[in-house]
């Protein structure tokens, strides 16, 4: 269990500044999760830090900086692909129990300092057996790194980040809610990137309200996610005014809505206007189909994923996140980050990413208000002027607050701190 804060800071030793070996684990999918993940080790990577991403394949992000090899070309970053073996195990998935060796073995061979797992199932539990296997002494181990002494084998510290449906989904499941708290507990820090998420982890998961679970807000490269250049010439007014949604199309961000706001904006505005849809997922096909009834196949373009939202940002005047349930909403960071202002549900963490009042840098509505969605789009396309004041602010709250430099700080401080408390190694 970790260490609550004060007990903490009585164990500190003095500040160690050499370079940590970090593993990384993530989903290798489109979600925020391997985004943050990824851009993560590579800023950790490009600090001087050692850095193992640990995966069941290259994750989105990651794919500009390996070769078809899948070998990374990153300096001070390699990647490993967890080999799951889903022919021994069909669907009853092979890859936590792959995971735990992997994280193992690459810590008896590489000396790893800390493992950092995105996402909490099940790397939790990964973890809690690689722990396990670690602390056994085993035929099969050789190492090849350091001598790792009896009684004071070094034990990697487990970091997992919980960052969404594996609190909100998983609080609500009994059939996984039991293992799942039992191994954040044996973990040695717990991040979340909302205060909205840090409490919903205690009430909705019961972790006991003395273990600590620190903030720290997702971010983004603000040089990446940078807004466009002006708009001017005469191409300027003859760009419909366009808004643009991106995820990875499950039914709890409801791209219904997403499709229904545009209709309503359509129907309500003499300017031209157009969606942009970037993304995979589920709902892809019932949506195309919702979008060929309604007779706006002409006004809305389905662009599929995209490793980077930029150049679709670029084209945006609004991003729009009806979602149902929302820990953060990253890609409605990036949206504000490149100056869009967002429309979105006032649900979760989001309007910890989205100001609303004097310094606004979007609206807010409940869940489901299509039509108060729609008009504050329309509210903007009216308003010139407070759109293009919007999108400034939207910009400059992202510099002031979640800027990436910031957030590697917090990870790194974070990990110094948990490497320099003393450990019960009476299991090792
Ligand atoms: O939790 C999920 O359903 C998936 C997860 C992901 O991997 O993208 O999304 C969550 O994590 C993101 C990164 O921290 C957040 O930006 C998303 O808001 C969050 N999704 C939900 O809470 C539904």
Redesign the pocket.
């Known amino acids: 269990m970790p260490a609550p804060d004060d007990a903490r800071s009585s164990l500190v030793k003095p500040p160690d500044e050499r370079p940590l070996r970090i593993a990384l684990t993530c989903?290798p999918t489109m979600?925020?999760?391997?985004v943050?993940a990824t851009e993560l080790g590579l800023a950790l990577a490009e600090r001087g830090h050692q850095v193992h991403m640990v995966c069941a394949d290259v994750p989105e992000r990651l794919r500009a900086h390996v070769n078809e090899k899948k070998e990374s070309q990153h300096p001070g970053l390699l990647f490993h692909q967890v080999p799951v073996e889903e022919y021994l195990l069909p669907n009853m998935g092979s890859y936590p129990l792959a995971l735990a060796v992997c994280l193992a073995q690459i810590t008896r061979e590489q000396g790893l300092d800390i493992w950092h797992l995105h996402?909490g199932v099940p790397h939790a539990v990964s973890a809690f057996l690689g722990q396990a296997l670690l602390a056994q002494p085993t035929a099969l181990a050789t190492p090849v790194g350091p001598p790792f002494p009896s009684p004071t084998r070094p034990l990697a510290r487990s970091v997992v980040t919980l960052?969404?449906?594996?609190v909100?989904g998983v609080g609500q499941s009994p059939s996984l809610r039991e293992i799942h708290r039992f191994s954040l507990m044996a973990c040695d820090a717990l991040t979340v990137?909302s205060q909205f998420l840090r409490h919903a982890a205690y009430d909705l998961l019961q972790l006991p309200r003395e273990l600590p679970i620190s903030v720290i807000p997702?971010f983004v490269n603000t040089k990446v996610f940078a807004p466009a250049g002006p708009r001017s010439g005469s191409n300027a007014d003859a760009r419909p005014f366009t808004l643009c949604h991106a995820s990875n199309f499950r039914p709890?961000k409801r791209i219904e809505d997403v499709i229904a706001i545009f209709a309503a904006v359509k129907r309500q505005t003499a300017r031209s206007v157009r969606l942009l849809l970037i993304g995979e997922g589920p709902e892809r096909p019932r949506m195309e189909a919702l979008v060929t009834s309604l007779g706006l196949s002409g006004d809305v373009q389905f662009r599929g994923a995209q490793p980077t939202l930029t150049a679709s940002l670029h084209e945006s005047d609004v991003f729009l996140l009806p979602s149902q349930?929302?820990?953060?909403?990253?890609a409605a960071l990036e949206a504000l980050s490149c100056g869009v202002p967002v429309v979105a549900s006032r649900v979760?963490g989001l309007p910890e990413v989205i100001a609303e009042g004097p310094e606004e840098t979007g609206f807010l509505f409940p869940v489901g208000d299509v039509a108060g969605m729609a008009g504050g789009i329309l509210v903007l396309i009216a308003d010139p002027q407070r759109h293009a004041h919007m999108a400034q602010r939207a910009r400059e709250a992202v510099l002031a607050r979640f800027q990436q430099s910031q957030r590697i700080a917090d990870y790194e401080a974070l990990y110094r701190r948990i490497l320099a408390t003393s450990r019960d190694l009476s299991a090792a």
Not at 31 to 34: A, E, H, L, M
């Open positions: 989903y979600g925020g999760s391997g943050i996402y960052h969404g449906t594996d909100t990137p997702n709890l349930s929302e820990s953060f909403g990253l979760g």
